[in-house]
């Protein structure tokens, strides 16, 4: 009977020999077993994130198309600059969560991460720090 296929994160290793550690890198290795059972947390969380941010996408995109109306209970007091704001970072984290799903469904599918997908969702994440960080600096 062989062993499942176990690889390396960081150097693309793969061996069916029963390691514990990337011989070449020394980074732990993950069987195709365990890398499909993060692929479906990728998918879980993701697909939490794009349905819970499109759904406030919807409940605020009501509220802003309301404001002004007789008898509106809430109101949105910003201009069309911080709505394209919002509507943007909104957008952002849906990409991310767009992301993860992409890249769960390809671990599970092939038990091993997709390193340019993994980049995609590191650089949108450093992208929504870095907005982060830029809104808090004019506070």
Not at 60 to 79: C, L
Not at 94 to 106: D, F, K, T
């Amino acid at each position: 009977m062989m062993n499942e296929i176990s690889s390396c994160y960081r150097c693309d290793f793969e061996t069916g020999e029963p390691l514990s550690q990337c011989p070449r890198c020394g980074q732990p290795l993950r069987s195709a077993k365990t890398v499909r059972r993060l692929g479906w947390a990728l998918v879980a969380l993701g697909g939490l994130l794009v349905v819970f941010m499109g759904a406030l996408t919807v409940v605020i995109g009501g509220i802003m198309s309301r404001t002004g109306e007789p008898g509106a209970t809430t109101r949105f007091t910003g201009g069309p600059e911080d709505a394209a704001f919002i509507f943007g970072i909104f957008g952002l984290v849906i990409s991310i969560g767009l992301a993860s799903v992409v890249g769960g469904a390809w671990q599970i599918k092939y038990g091993k991460p997709n390193k340019k997908i993994m980049v995609v969702m590191f650089g949108l994440a450093i992208v929504f720090l870095l907005i982060g960080k830029l809104v808090r600096s004019f506070d």
